[in-house]
Nanobody
C-alpha cells in the first residue's frame, strides 16, 4: 500500500527554520519524482520544490536560496529544509509522488500525503 506521511510543520517566527519530512512506503522515492507543494487559505496549490534522482531539482522562484529539497534512499524519505521563513510561506505543505518525469501540474501526481501545516508569524 502506497503511503506518504509528512511531519515537521509548526509555528515559527519570521527568519526561522523548519525541516519537513515525507516518509514513503509502498514504493521507492528515488524511482519517482517527489514534490513538495503548498496551499494557503483561498489560494491554489502551488509547487515549491521537486526532485528526481536523474539529477533534476526545481525550486519555485519564491523559495530559491531559502529552501532545499533532498532525499535519503536508506530512509525512503524526502526532506524540505526551509530557512529564512517569511509570513508568506504560511500554508499547508504536501508531499507528492508521480511516476516518470516531474511535472509542475499537481494533478499529474499519483500519491499525496495528508499535509503538514506551517505558520510563520511576523
Amino acid at each position: 500500500q502506497v503511503q506518504l506521511v509528512e511531519s515537521g510543520g509548526g509555528s515559527v517566527q519570521a527568519g526561522g527554520s523548519l525541516r519537513l519530512s515525507c516518509v514513503a512506503s509502498g514504493f521507492t522515492v528515488i524511482y519517482r519524482c517527489m514534490g513538495w507543494f503548498r496551499q494557503a487559505p483561498g489560494k491554489e496549490r502551488e509547487g515549491v520544490a521537486r526532485i528526481w534522482t536523474g539529477g533534476y531539482i526545481y525550486y519555485a522562484d519564491s523559495v530559491k536560496g531559502r529552501f532545499t529539497i533532498s532525499q535519503d534512499s536508506a530512509k525512503n524519505t524526502v526532506y524540505l529544509q526551509m530557512n529564512s521563513l517569511k509570513p508568506e510561506d504560511t500554508a499547508m505543505y504536501y508531499c507528492a509522488a508521480k511516476s516518470g518525469l516531474c511535472d509542475r501540474n499537481p494533478s499529474q501526481y499519483d500519491y499525496w500525503g495528508q499535509g503538514t501545516r506551517v505558520t510563520v508569524s511576523s
